[in-house]
């Protein structure tokens, strides 16, 4: 069975395009599934990499929905974004890569500028996940992944990844969210807790 949860609803109060946004709820419930599959505990960390691959990409999708708003900003009005930023961000050309979206990210320091250790987290995540590539050519430490993908990893990750999408939820809400306060929704859920 397929899980179910409250993501969507947290998802809903800041994507812009509906497909993204469906996209990575589906991958997120792909992740949740990974997450409670029921294997022996000697067997989970075989579902670690996968795991931080998805929290790593729904990452990326969010950031690109985010700049791909704020760049196309018209007459809706992004909060907590400055009139300059938008006009620096609709005269950049997007990149295409996860680490280039989280640099621009800081640069405007979109995700707070309170908590600057989360743009060195999230760097860290880029880096893990771009272990993807299994012949490593980078030689990035440790060489065999078998002592990088581990639970705590992907406790890790997944811990900064409910607090970037927290704070995106909180800070960038769609314009039909205005004027309301942000809703407290139930608990953001947190499979990789149950690893």
């Known amino acids: 069975m397929i899980p179910s949860t409250d993501f969507e ?22 992740l949740e599934t990974l997450c409670i599959l029921n294997i022996s505990s000697d067997l989970k960390r075989y579902v ?6 998805l929290l790593a990409s729904i990452l990326e999708c969010v950031f690109f929905d985010f700049l791909t708003r704020t760049q196309g900003h018209t007459k809706e009005k992004i ?10 961000i609709k005269n950049t050309e997007l990149p295409r890569s996860f680490l280039n979206f989280s640099e621009l990210m800081k640069k405007y320091e979109f995700l707070g500028e309170e908590n600057l250790s989360i743009y060195s987290e999230l760097r860290n995540l880029v880096n893990v996940r771009n272990r ?20 705590s990893l992907v406790k890790h990750f997944g811990k900064l990844f409910k607090e970037i999408f927290l704070h995106i939820c909180k800070n960038y809400p769609r314009a039909q969210a205005w004027g309301k306060p942000y809703e407290v929704l139930p608990d953001f859920p947190e499979p990789w807790n149950t690893l």
């Open 9 to 30: 609803k947290y998802a809903d109060i800041f994507f812009w395009d509906y497909t993204r946004k469906d996209n990575v709820v589906y991958n997120f419930k792909c």
């Open 48 to 53: 670690c990499k996968p795991i931080i691959i």
């Open 79 to 88: 909060p907590n974004v400055s009139a300059e930023d938008v006009a620096s």
């Open 132 to 151: 993807i590539h299994i012949q490593n050519l980078k030689k990035n430490e440790p060489i065999h992944e078998d002592n990088l993908w581990d639970i």
